[in-house]
């Protein structure tokens, strides 16, 4: 009991934090909002894993990646390469000239299914790659960079060079990856619908739970001797070394266990949306996730999420009325951001939440309320006694 | 020698930078239970040859064994797990943690990045902190941020971090350093009691402190050894007085 209490949901305030989150996105959004916005709330949501992976990384290991994009778009892959499968049986593609595999790969000559799309016809092996596949591959550059010391900015520009060649590599290689429109028209997950009204609503709340799973396992990490560790590395690092421990296994564990909860973000985007593409993989959308945790706050799990909702509502709105202005408001959000408010959001609420909780709780209708119960409560106990 | 009952057996030790030997051809014998202090003008290569023994410097020839295990071989974190704590120059603690938490984390178990994340602090660890704690003078300042703590006892803290680690050999850089007088005394104190059943090495450029301290002394000079001895055969070597200690 102390352990769920003090570890997943950290104490009293993490508690707080966690269900006013819970309520606004179990309750709260589904009721209010449309089906069409609650998609697109769920849609950001899948950024939120990105988001929360940064406050693992960045936020606590102090390892700024410019490259979450490519886990996030490696999960979603893995997903939208196991639904193009399953829409592409033989009688749906039959006026293709090989009937039995994506479309794409018909109209660029290819005759016969790649060998690695194979494994993605089962949906237990595509479960497994959604967060392994990122996971060997973080492992892979994680290993090369931090056993030779690469740190700080060169990580970064290297996390962001790696964005770009993966780009660079999925439009070019059209035949096996879709190219630049990526891998489109998914339809069904074992049969299963996954277009219409309630499997959206199903879809959204799977998301949402896994979520807060996410977070649940980010915090017991954080929590830990490890999240100390952490912390201690990102302020003196030599000290750590000099202190018995192999500094590099502890940057390339939390690195694998980002881009493992980025991807199983990007495996969720593919389902809610019905496509991956590209777009999702390059250099803009990984540095609007470093943006989505600067605004709500790096050091906190909790207000990532709000970071991330926020900064998307924000573009939806803004880049209605306003499209070509927006890549310049967000730019000028993060410079913002990162001069005023270096905690984000949870900074700001640390520093005047109380204010709004007080102002709560001195509220007029509340003291009504509390002097009503009170009266209540003194009767009883009177009828008690009597 | 192969074999030797030194705790810390330096032999034809060399390090050299482009041509520049910061270290040269340097012999050092420490006993079990001996405190050593090494002292010497800027330069010299004191903090060079701590460097080489922790692993943050590789040498270029020559062999470093500890209790015959050869140390220049192996990373820095296998050296501190084979026994060897080393305390920087500038205090080296984590500044935004607390006291406590900075000496749980220098808690020699769960050192793996599993085992870290499943350490948990247990009766045992807690005494044995709270036990380092009252021995570096902060046990009521347990609870504090480390950032917080004066210069002294940020000193104090970071050889409380490497006490908890029960190490054989202590290299201490400097440990007294912008310390006040009464610091330093009660510093005296600190390491005449932690010596006890371990080796220690100590940089020190304050004569006063030296001389309260020191079994032996090195003196250092250019990458060599100058002299060797306890405190006054140093003190009245000609050779130590032109190069040192009479500037």
């Known amino acids: 009991m102390n352990f769920i209490h003090e570890r997943l949901l950290g104490g009293k305030n993490g508690m707080i934090g966690i269900a006013i989150l819970a309520a606004l996105i179990f309750i709260i959004l589904p009721v209010s909002l449309d089906l069409f916005r609650l998609n697109l709330v769920g849609k950001y949501l899948t950024y939120a894993f990105a988001a929360v992976s940064l406050v693992l990384l960045w936020g606590y290991g102090g390892i700024l990646s410019l490259g979450q994009g490519v886990f996030f778009g490696l999960g979603g892959y893995a997903m939208a390469m196991f639904l193009k499968l399953e829409a592409s049986d033989p009688v749906s593609t039959k006026i293709q000239s090989t009937p039995g595999i994506p479309d794409f790969m018909d109209w660029n000559q290819l005759t016969e299914l790649p060998w690695f799309w194979e494994p993605f016809n089962s949906f237990g092996f595509t479960t497994v790659a959604v967060i392994l596949i990122p996971g060997i591959f973080a492992f892979i550059i994680g290993y090369s960079m931090f056993k030779r010391r690469v740190g700080g900015v060169y990580f970064a520009i290297i996390t962001q060079i790696i964005a770009l060649i993966l780009t660079v590599l999925i439009v070019g290689q059209q035949g096996y990856t879709g190219g630049i429109n990526g891998i489109t028209d998914l339809r069904t997950l074992h049969g299963w619908d996954i277009r219409d009204d309630s499997s959206k609503y199903i879809l959204y709340f799977i998301n949402a739970i896994l979520l807060f799973g996410v977070i649940f396992l980010s915090r017991y990490v954080l929590t830990s001797k490890f999240g100390r560790l952490l912390l201690a590395m990102k302020d003196k690092e030599d000290r750590v070394r000099f202190s018995g421990y192999d500094v590099s296994n502890f940057k390339i564990f939390v690195f694998v266990l980002s881009a493992m909860i980025a991807a199983i973000g990007g495996a969720m985007f593919t389902l809610q949306v019905g496509f991956m593409s590209p777009s999702f993989v390059g250099i803009v959308p990984s540095i609007e996730m470093v943006i989505f945790a600067a605004v709500g706050g790096r050091m906190s799990l909790i207000g990532v999420v709000y970071g991330t909702l926020l900064v998307n509502f924000g573009k939806t709105m803004f880049s209605e009325t306003f499209p070509e202005y927006w890549l310049f408001l967000m730019g000028g959000l993060f410079i913002a951001v990162v001069m005023y408010f270096p905690n984000g959001l949870a900074g700001i609420w640390d520093k005047h939440g109380y204010k709004l909780t007080s102002c709560i709780k001195n509220l007029q209708c509340v003291s009504v309320i509390k002097t009503f119960i009170e009266n209540k409560r003194t009767k009883k106990i009177e009828a008690a006694n009597d | ?247």
């Open chain 2, 1 to 247: 020698m192969t074999s030797t009952d030194f705790t810390l057996a330096i032999e034809d030790l060399t390090v050299s930078f482009d041509g520049f030997k910061a270290v040269d051809n340097l012999n050092l014998y420490l006993d079990k239970d001996e405190l050593r202090v090494v002292i010497g003008p800027n330069g010299a290569g004191k903090t060079t040859v701590l460097d080489l023994i922790c692993g943050k410097t590789k040498s270029t020839e020559g062999s470093i064994k500890f209790r015959n295990k050869e140390l220049t071989t192996l990373a820095e974190h296998e050296i501190v797990q084979a026994g060897v704590g080393r305390k920087f120059q500038t205090p080296s603690i984590y500044e935004n943690l607390t006291v406590y938490e900075n000496l749980e984390i220098s808690f020699p178990r769960g050192r793996g990045v599993f085992g870290s994340i499943t350490f948990k602090c247990t009766e045992e660890v807690d005494k044995r902190i709270k036990e380092i704690a009252d021995e570096i003078f902060l046990e009521p300042l347990l609870d504090m941020e480390a950032a917080l703590l004066s210069h002294g006892q940020k000193q104090w803290l970071e050889i409380g971090m490497l006490l908890i680690q029960d190490p054989e050999l202590l290299m201490l850089d400097e440990p007294v350093a912008g310390m006040s007088v009464k610091e330093r005394d009660q510093t005296a104190e600190l390491l005449k009691r932690i010596c006890k059943g371990r080796s220690v090495l100590v940089i020190e450029h304050d004569m006063a402190f030296v001389e309260k301290i020191a079994d032996k002394v090195t003196v250092l000079h250019q990458g060599k050894i100058l002299a060797e001895g306890d405190m006054q055969t140093v003190q009245n070597d000609p050779n130590v007085i032109e190069v040192y200690l009479g500037h």
